[in-house]
């Protein structure tokens, strides 16, 4: 089973269009960390946020925001007003007790002019 | 100066080649880590250095070598690639291992193997 799911394998939305990028984690441990990561067509995967089990606030940032639920254990990341520079695949992950990071599959999201 | 520089972007090699993958980090960083990401699949963790010294080696083949001279720098020596081995080879770096802290990407090589 997948510590770290993310179902939307692709999302296409229309430039200004608000967009949320599901995650859903599976863990025993207590204490763990999640993070989203964003990778442009460069490559280089860009850090965006970093979250602790013990945590819940929702954070937001600009356009982006994040919901943290331990109850479904989700933690959804949302765009509002997306721009076409949004275009990336975007990575949830997720740090246990061991320290090793868990990557999702990704979700790769278009954002049409 | 981008914080983590890998070289080259590209490589291309035939089976029998030796190559090296190289990557600099200029962020003060200890814990370096190598990443194989491939088509439909998630990262995939290979190594991890932690003050020069390897901390993680994740049931890599032996045909890929790391080496870690010093802090800032971390190689990846392939020897006798399969053609699923076309990836591509992110290096990453973060304040100290096992704190939880970020990790910073370099841009990737990407390797085909012919």
């Known amino acids: 089973a997948q510590k770290v799911t993310q179902a939307q394998t692709e999302i296409s939305v229309v430039e200004k269009e608000d967009v949320t990028l599901d995650c859903v984690y599976e863990?025993?441990?207590?204490?763990?960390?999640l993070f989203w990561y964003k990778q442009p067509p460069s490559g280089e995967l860009v850090f965006l946020i970093r979250?602790?089990?013990?945590?819940?606030q929702n954070e937001i940032s600009g356009r982006y925001s994040w919901n943290f639920q331990k109850s479904t254990s989700s933690f959804n990341f949302t765009i509002t007003a997306s721009q076409v520079v949004d275009s990336a695949v975007y990575f949830c992950?997720?740090?246990?007790?061991?320290?090793?990071?868990?990557f999702g599959k990704g979700t790769r999201l278009h954002i049409l002019p | 100066e981008t914080g983590v520089t890998q070289t080259p972007r590209h490589l291309v090699m035939g089976m029998t080649n030796k190559k090296s993958l190289k990557c600099e980090q200029h962020?003060?960083?200890?814990?370096m880590y190598w990443y194989k990401q491939s088509a439909k699949k998630p990262l995939e963790l290979m190594f991890v250095?932690?003050?020069?010294?390897?901390?993680e080696n994740n049931s890599v083949p032996s045909r890929f070598s790391p080496e870690c001279p010093n802090s800032s720098h971390l190689f990846l020596h392939l020897h006798t690639l399969q053609p699923e081995d076309s990836a591509l080879y992110l290096c990453a770096s973060s304040q100290e291992w096992g704190d939880n802290s970020p990790l910073h990407f370099g841009n990737g090589t990407r390797l085909t193997v012919t």
């Open positions: 962020l003060g960083h200890n814990a």
């Open positions: 992950a997720l740090s246990e007790e061991d320290d090793k990071i868990i």
């Open positions: 250095y932690s003050l020069e010294e390897r901390v």
């Open positions: 863990t025993r441990d207590t204490t763990y960390y």
């Open positions: 979250r602790n089990s013990f945590d819940e």
